[in-house]
């Protein structure tokens, strides 16, 4: 069989790119997860997620790992320069066809059921919230926001697959790529079969991470020098009362700090207002995440804290560096991820049960999460920057550096492996494209649609 386009990877970046192609093109999306209709866990959403589905339906799957997110869609504001740096590292882009291209993908979402509320929006607040953060050395990044919601986010990935499949797109899934093989013009994939394509775009987001190093290596692949990097940290856990004054300004703010002791770069990432902490399964390994709903409600608000750790020669390996420490991690927990009190980690001692339940302001959403000390398999320098990251963070949002604030671990983001591709999203290869996280480009839902979009048009002729 033969296609115009194939697309490996049904993420945001590669449902855009087929939106864009559909009608227009013969186009093909191959997905190694299930169908969106199809991506439900067995266990209790609200609890955790369990290891019995391989692939995971949490990390794979049509929509991609943000489709079972609580789908925050993040925006550049115009009227503030730093929040082009969110979402990707699209300098390499002209600014005013990354707006375009952003509108694009907010009126999409639009069209096929994504709410009307905007956040970010009251500048008025937002310059509160700068000068508040500024006050404390502390940038704030003010955005514009979407909030769909993980309750209501399948909805709408299944409204943009019916587009799709009405407008001859093919979506393939549980349909694992073994090969790509572009001197050939084939992918192969594990049950044998092999499919023909003049243009090929690699969409396989973080969880196809490692398998795009394999194949970038073997088929050379050109890889950018700024590729050594990697965002450890943890998930944070508070009353959501501490945070409600600027959860209600800007859905899910962003923080950046750099730290006193070690001058290192962290930031707050993907907070889940009134949400639950989240269990992901990667085979030998398991990561926390967040996610709330439009609907249902807890107590609590988390967020992620990440720092940015950059590695110099002859290091080559942050990605498995990144998974050593999952691995550790995990391995501490019997298989689970570990959960501490800030004020454990102070005293330098492992949680407990008695001491999460005594722990009176917040209870652990991830109940199968296991009390332990996070300093056991985090290098002290991250230790010390998510300490530092807190008590900084404290100045702005009064009580997130509280005794019982909970950390879980571990929290890891594997977007290493950066491609080299141009503004036209094509690799060293000018009929493969790379887009969306797996390859480094983009960060969430929002920047990997576009990249998506950018590569379609370029496939089009209409850049």
Known sequence: ???????????????FAAYKLAGKLKVAIFEMGRSISKRKCPSDLSESYCTKCKPCNITYGVGGAGGLSDGKLNYVNPNYPSSFTVGGDFEFINEKYLMEKMEEVDNIFLKHGAPDELYGVDEDKI????????????????????????????KVIKSIVK??????????????????????????????????????????????????????NEYNLAVSEDSKAIDVGVRVEVPASIMDEITSIIYDPKLRIVTKKHDDYLRTFCTCPKGWVIREDYGDFCLVNGHSKAKEKTNNTNFALLGHYKFTEPFEQ?????????????????GNPIIQRLKDLRLGRRSTQARIKHNILVQPTLKTAIPGDISLAYPGRVIDDIMDALESLNNVIPGVADDSTLLYAPEIKFYSLKLKVNEKMQTNIPYVYAIGDGAGISRGIVGAAVTGLIAAESILGII
């Open 1 to 15: 069989m033969k296609y115009d386009v194939i697309i490996i990877g049904a993420g945001p970046g590669g449902m």
């Open 127 to 154: 310059d509160y919230l700068l000068k508040k953060a500024n006050a404390a050395g502390i940038e704030f990044v003010p955005l514009k926001q979407r909030h769909v919601g993980s309750d209501e986010l399948p």
């Open 163 to 216: 587009y799709l499949k009405k407008n001859g797109v093919e979506i393939f899934t549980r349909k694992t790529v073994v090969d790509i093989n572009p001197r050939e013009k084939k992918i192969k994939t594990k049950d044998g079969k092999e499919y023909e394509y003049e243009y090929l775009i690699i969409g396989v987001g973080r969880g196809g991470s490692k398998w795009l190093e394999k194949w970038a």
């Open 318 to 334: 942050p990605n498995e560096w990144g998974r050593d420490l999952a691995r550790i991690t995990t391995k501490l927990g019997g």
